[in-house]
């Protein structure tokens, strides 16, 4: 094995790539959780939002109209959950997991002709002076812009919770929907928006694996990202930053693992391959055995406006 | 003063199966305290309810000084200076009062003026509050003067308080009278909901009085007796519970220092305590909602384990008994919460029976369940505590409120209980059911039994123990002879006014 053949420099730099579909996928669900709705459907939103990513971006030639059609179709998608949940009070958990599969499903079918394919992918953003900074300019600024996009989100979700009327609300509706309904507010649209704000992140998350990351479609590509995302969302006890941590962990763990299969680490690959699920997981449980969590009161629970 | 602030004309809603309200009319003048008095499901939520814009009436109308009034939402309720603090409190556990008081009002200024606002308020009326702190960790008190302030904050002209009291202890309602009577002084209207007599009559100054969603009368309440009002609201006389003299005999229950962390998120832990009760001996336990008495009920039937010498039954220590070890011994529990905790909602009541009667009344015969007797047992405490229902067969969440509660009382009484322990036993139930359910405790206690009754009714614990304690914070105060004991010593027991005589009411 030779560890000299990790550039430390490229690791870390290709974490925050490896770290953004994640990011994206998690920062949206914990808005959509932070109001309440516990929404298991990320991993089909995530992939329905890599297919119809691509798609837009092979027919249209342009990477960015492509996030824009992943977003509206995820966000979509994410709207059929919010009414079968909102309206028609079907159970969340279930509705979530198939959610999960619709995705999945759908996706191989309008994924069909585009495999083997490559897409038009973005460019990395060259700030001058800062991208020629010496080990820190290639680990922070030689990146595209839906890196830095997902941190100003994770940023804006953060100051919108914290100091606006919106993010109050919001909260408020997660944390007791009876009371916000007997104070006036309306708990249903308020979630609906929130539903697909998740769902169009998810969608993003999504379309930089099949633009970026990979930049390629193939079947099942997610693999897992999605769930991972809605563990982050829980180990972060609800708090955007911490989900930033938790995402840049995975995703740390995921490039470490793969570089050290480069380097002939004389472990099996399955082990390796299976360590960011793992080290993600162990986090997860050591820091609720602390007993600390932060979960909105009404997560998960069914609003109808005469009980 | 006397115009009309608010006239209401013909209120009617109905909603499937029931008329919530019929015909409904009074008028509350400006600057008066107006009672509006009724049983449970006599309509009193509703009509407030439309009142605040969160329920439409089917028909009739209402103005505000004299202009029509139909408010879509509590929003425009609000914008019209009605102002309403809920029975229920609609507070977020999780977030700050601040936070809490901003999500009620309209057009919340800053945060820090915001604070300085309910610091300036919270003065003026005596009601202390620190806008920073979580209102999870909050006692019920304190969680109702956030919701008076954030409704102060507007400067109401009519002010809805529904069932204001009942989490206060004695200290902390006369110091709510002093904060209702100075906005009365500076011309607000309250509107006031309630069903202790007493407080209406020396507060009130007319009071309407609904019964199945008719209106029956409006009165000057000081002018007519508390049992005339109880009369009019019930629509008979009724008997009240007789204590017969008793012996007691030896300690059946004893518990010794009993500490023990609550399961629950926001909730009290038991700290140290120790008490004994004697058999024929009903001990009532008081307390402001929230100061353990769910944690000590838990531990009592055994859903909270704990230390074996605890509890003992008997002279057998029992703390780390299970619940069906416990009822096996004969120390039967009722706990407050009757769909979900003392009954399962959706199931039929002689399942319901079956669950905590399965060993005493040998509903099981080597593992498998003997419906026919399960039947029997549940049309017993039916014909015995006259539940009114069609029959066993009928799911619990379909029955109401009195009659479900005098079911999963009924159901522990007829397993004839050594000991048996009540937490709420009449919460929400009408005067008939309660006096049906006091009396039923009273002859099981006649019969030798020991009881504790868990309550936030101080009437109630007069009426029916014979010693009283009070829990403050997860402790237990010192237990007294019931006989001779002053509202004062109640309240001081109960933990006094909670540092609100620390409050300077200006003015």
């Given at each position: 094995m030779d560890l000299s053949a990790i550039n430390p420099i490229l690791l870390i730099a290709s974490l925050m790539v490896s770290a953004t579909p994640i990011l994206l996928a998690a920062i949206g669900e914990m808005v959509t959780e932070k109001a309440g709705v516990l929404n298991l459907g990320v991993e089909g939103m995530m992939i329905t939002g890599a297919v119809v990513g691509f798609a837009v971006g092979v027919n249209s030639g342009s990477p960015l109209l492509g996030f824009v059609g992943a977003a509206l179709a995820s966000a979509l998608l994410s709207l059929s959950f919010g009414l079968l949940t909102q309206y028609l009070l079907s159970n969340q958990v279930a509705t979530g997991l198939g959610l999960t599969l619709v995705g999945l499903g759908l996706s191989a079918l309008i994924g069909k002709p585009y495999e083997g394919i490559k897409s038009p992918t973005l460019g990395d953003i060259h700030l001058p002076l800062l991208s020629d900074i010496p080990v820190i300019g290639p680990i922070l600024f030689q990146h595209d812009i839906m890196v830095y996009l997902s941190i100003a989100l994770v940023a804006a979700v953060w100051a919108v919770l914290k100091y606006t009327r919106i993010g109050l609300v919001l909260r408020a509706v997660g944390e007791n929907h009876d009371a916000a309904h007997a104070l006036g507010y309306?708990?249903?649209?308020?979630?609906?928006?929130?539903?697909?704000?998740?769902?169009?992140?998810?969608?993003?998350?999504?379309?930089?694996?099949?633009?970026?990351?990979?930049?390629?479609?193939?079947?099942?590509?997610?693999?897992?990202?999605?769930?991972?995302?809605?563990?982050?969302?829980?180990?972060?006890?609800?708090?955007?930053?911490?989900?930033?941590?938790?995402?840049?962990?995975?995703?740390?763990?995921?490039?470490?693992?793969?570089?050290?299969?480069?380097?002939?680490?004389?472990?099996?690959?399955?082990?390796?391959?299976?360590?960011?699920?793992?080290?993600?997981?162990?986090?997860?449980?050591?820091?609720?055995?602390?007993?600390?969590?932060?979960?909105?009161?009404?997560?998960?629970?069914?609003?109808?406006?005469?009980? | 003063m006397t115009g009309t602030l608010l006239g209401i004309e013909g209120l009617t809603k109905a909603y499937p199966g029931v008329v919530a309200n019929d015909d409904v009319s009074f008028d509350i003048r400006e600057g008066e305290v107006h009672a509006l008095l009724g049983e449970n499901g006599a309509g009193k939520s509703t009509l407030v309810k439309m009142i605040y814009g969160l329920v439409k009436p089917d028909s009739g109308h209402m103005t505000l000084r004299g202009e029509p009034y139909a408010p879509a939402e509590p929003r425009a309720a609000r914008a019209s200076g009605v102002a309403m603090v809920f029975q229920h409190f609609s507070l977020f556990d999780a977030l700050s009062v601040a936070e809490n008081i901003a999500l009620g009002m309209e057009n919340p200024p800053k945060q820090r003026d915001l604070a300085r606002r309910i610091r300036d308020v919270s003065e003026t009326y005596g009601l202390p509050l620190d806008p920073a702190r979580t209102v999870g960790g909050l006692s019920a008190g304190e969680?109702?003067?956030?919701?008076?302030?954030?409704?102060?904050?507007?400067?109401?002209?009519?002010?809805?308080?529904?069932?204001?009291?009942?989490?206060?202890?004695?200290?902390?309602?006369?110091?709510?009278?002093?904060?209702?009577?100075?906005?009365?002084?500076?011309?607000?209207?309250?509107?006031?909901?309630?069903?202790?007599?007493?407080?209406?009559?020396?507060?009130?100054?007319?009071?309407?009085?609904?019964?199945?969603?008719?209106?029956?009368?409006?009165?000057?309440?000081?002018?007519k007796s508390a049992r005339e009002l109880a009369e009019m609201m019930v629509g008979a006389s009724f008997e009240t519970p007789a204590k017969a003299p008793r012996e007691l005999g030896d300690v059946v229950l004893k518990v010794e220092?009993?500490?023990?962390?609550?399961?629950?998120?926001?909730?009290?832990?038991?700290?140290?305590?120790?008490?004994?009760?004697?058999?024929?001996?009903?001990?009532?336990?008081?307390?402001?909602?929230?100061?353990?008495?769910?944690?000590?009920?838990?531990?009592?039937?055994?859903?909270?384990?704990?230390?074996?010498?605890?509890?003992?039954?008997?002279?057998?220590?029992?703390?780390?008994?299970?619940?069906?070890?416990?009822?096996?011994?004969?120390?039967?529990?009722?706990?407050?919460?009757?769909?979900?905790?003392?009954?399962?909602?959706?199931?039929?009541?002689?399942?319901?029976?079956?669950?905590?009667?399965?060993?005493?009344?040998?509903?099981?015969?080597?593992?498998?369940?003997?419906?026919?007797?399960?039947?029997?047992?549940?049309?017993?405490?039916?014909?015995?505590?006259?539940?009114?229902?069609?029959?066993?067969?009928?799911?619990?969440?379909?029955?109401?409120?009195?009659?479900?509660?005098?079911?999963?009382?009924?159901?522990?009484?007829?397993?004839?209980?050594?000991?048996?322990?009540?937490?709420?036993?009449?919460?929400?139930?009408?005067?008939?059911?309660?006096?049906?359910?006091?009396?039923?405790?009273?002859?099981?206690?006649?019969?030798?039994?020991?009881?504790?009754?868990?309550?936030?009714?101080?009437?109630?614990?007069?009426?029916?123990?014979?010693?009283?304690?009070?829990?403050?914070?997860?402790?237990?105060?010192?237990?007294?002879?019931?006989?001779?004991?002053?509202?004062?010593?109640?309240?001081?027991m109960m933990g006094g006014a909670h540092d609100m005589e620390v409050a300077h009411v200006a003015g």
């Open positions: 309306k708990v249903i649209r308020i979630r609906l928006l929130a539903i697909m704000f998740g769902g169009a992140c998810a969608g993003l998350g999504g379309a930089y694996l099949s633009l970026v990351r990979v930049p390629q479609w193939t079947e099942g590509m997610t693999a897992g990202a999605g769930w991972i995302a809605l563990a982050i969302v829980v180990f972060a006890s609800w708090k955007p930053w911490r989900v930033l941590v938790g995402a840049y962990l995975f995703g740390g763990v995921t490039v470490l693992q793969l570089n050290l299969q480069a380097a002939g680490l004389k472990v099996p690959v399955e082990y390796l391959s299976m360590s960011p699920y793992l080290i993600t997981i162990l986090v997860l449980v050591i820091i609720s055995a602390r007993g600390f969590h932060g979960a909105p009161a009404s997560l998960g629970r069914s609003f109808h406006a005469s009980s | 969680r109702q003067r956030v919701e008076i302030v954030r409704c102060l904050l507007q400067e109401p002209r009519l002010f809805i308080m529904d069932e204001p009291t009942s989490v206060l202890t004695p200290q902390e309602v006369e110091i709510l009278f002093q904060t209702l009577r100075k906005l009365k002084a500076e011309g607000t209207s309250i509107l006031y909901i309630s069903h202790k007599l007493e407080e209406i009559r020396a507060l009130c100054d007319h009071a309407t009085i609904l019964r199945l969603g008719k209106k029956v009368a409006t009165c000057t309440p000081s002018e220092g009993l500490s023990l962390p609550s399961p629950m998120e926001f909730g009290t832990s038991l700290k140290d305590i120790s008490f004994e009760v004697r058999a024929g001996e009903v001990l009532g336990l008081g307390g402001v909602a929230g100061n353990g008495q769910d944690e000590l009920l838990a531990a009592l039937s055994g859903e909270l384990p704990g230390a074996a010498g605890a509890v003992t039954l008997k002279g057998e220590p029992v703390g780390e008994m299970g619940p069906d070890a416990r009822r096996m011994r004969g120390l039967l529990s009722g706990p407050e919460e009757r769909l979900g905790h003392a009954a399962a909602p959706d199931m039929s009541l002689t399942e319901n029976a079956l669950m905590t009667a399965k060993m005493r009344e040998g509903l099981v015969r080597g593992g498998f369940l003997d419906w026919g007797k399960a039947r029997t047992f549940a049309e017993k405490v039916i014909e015995r505590f006259d539940v009114r229902t069609p029959g066993p067969e009928n799911a619990a969440r379909s029955l109401s409120g009195g009659n479900l509660q005098k079911f999963v009382i009924g159901r522990e009484v007829l397993q004839r209980p050594e000991v048996l322990v009540v937490n709420q036993p009449t919460w929400g139930v009408d005067a008939a059911a309660a006096a049906a359910i006091r009396q039923a405790l009273l002859d099981l206690a006649a019969g030798g039994a020991a009881i504790i009754v868990i309550s936030q009714d101080l009437d109630e614990l007069m009426e029916v123990s014979d010693r009283f304690g009070a829990l403050n914070g997860g402790r237990m105060s010192e237990i007294r002879p019931v006989d001779g004991l002053s509202v004062d010593q109640i309240g001081l």
